[in-house]
């Protein structure tokens, strides 16, 4: 069984930054792609970006292109989210997943294997 854990969340003000981090424990990190969703108040959970197994290949959403960057580094078994100029409509639960699966937009719409708990990351103007 796969656990991640993700770590980083936080309040900052519009502008700001913050990296998020998920450190997977208990499978084979490098034959999963990554990737991050978010879940704000009253509305579904969105993709944000994932990134291919050997990192190679990145992809966003278009709300976030631009501003968040994805990386992961094996060695370690984390995926990061760096996070910039940060906007108040960012303000969410942010879960790292893992999935066997990546299409022609990364993750999403793709299965998801494992999810993390969340943690919430919120942005004030």
């Known amino acids: 069984q796969v656990q991640l854990e993700e770590s980083g969340g936080g309040s900052v003000q519009a502008g700001g930054s913050l990296r998020l981090s998920c450190t997977t424990s208990g499978g084979t990190f490098n034959i999963y792609y990554m990737g991050w969703f978010r879940q704000a108040p009253g509305k579904e959970r969105e993709f944000v970006g994932s990134?291919?197994?050997?990192?190679?290949?990145?992809a966003y959403a278009d709300s976030v292109k631009g501003r968040f960057t994805i990386s992961r580094d094996n060695a370690k078994n984390t995926v990061y989210l760096q996070m910039n100029n940060l906007k108040p409509e960012d303000t969410a639960v942010y879960y790292c997943?893992?999935?066997?699966?990546?299409?022609?937009?990364?993750?999403?719409?793709?299965?998801?294997?494992?999810w993390g708990q969340g943690t919430q990351v919120t942005i004030s103007s």
């Open positions: 990134i291919s197994r050997g990192g190679a290949t990145t």
């Open positions: 997943a893992a999935s066997r699966f990546s299409g022609t937009r990364g993750m999403n719409r793709q299965p998801i294997d494992y």
